[in-house]
């Protein structure tokens, strides 16, 4: 059974800085994509950044570029999302998912497991 569990929130003015924590257990393979999503209220969820098993290739929002950067520890089963000169934009509930194969999808559907995800928000 694939878990993954979301860690990091929090409260921060704008400026600062998170970091987001995904620990995942249950994947039994090395074919799983990663992938951090936002939904602020009203909202539909929308892509942050993705990162491929080795951690060699990555994917990011055009609103997060140079902002946000997505790495994963693999002997922790650990995906992070450092986020830096944060934004009240920024404002969500941040979401990790799980999906199969090699393609940094920006589409949430394509990914078969998400966590309960962590609220991240930023004040002016």
């Known amino acids: 059974q694939v878990q993954l569990v979301e860690s990091g929130g929090g409260l921060v003015q704008a400026g600062g800085s998170l970091r987001l924590s995904c620990a995942a257990s249950?994947?039994?393979?090395?074919?799983?994509?990663m992938g951090w999503f936002r939904q602020a209220p009203g909202k539909e969820r929308e892509f942050v950044a993705a990162?491929?098993?080795?951690?060699?290739?990555?994917r990011y929002a055009e609103s997060v570029k140079g902002r946000f950067t997505i790495s994963r520890d693999n002997a922790k089963n650990t995906v992070y999302l450092q986020m830096n000169s944060l934004k009240t934009e920024d404002t969500a509930t941040y979401y990790c998912?799980?999906?199969?194969?090699?393609?940094?999808?920006?589409?949430?559907?394509?990914?078969?497991?998400w966590g309960q995800g962590t609220q991240v928000t930023v004040s002016s």
């Open positions: 249950g994947l039994t393979s090395n074919n799983y994509a």
């Open positions: 990162i491929n098993w080795s951690g060699g290739s990555t």
């Open positions: 998912g799980a999906k199969t194969g090699i393609i940094l999808s920006s589409n949430s559907y394509t990914y078969g497991y």
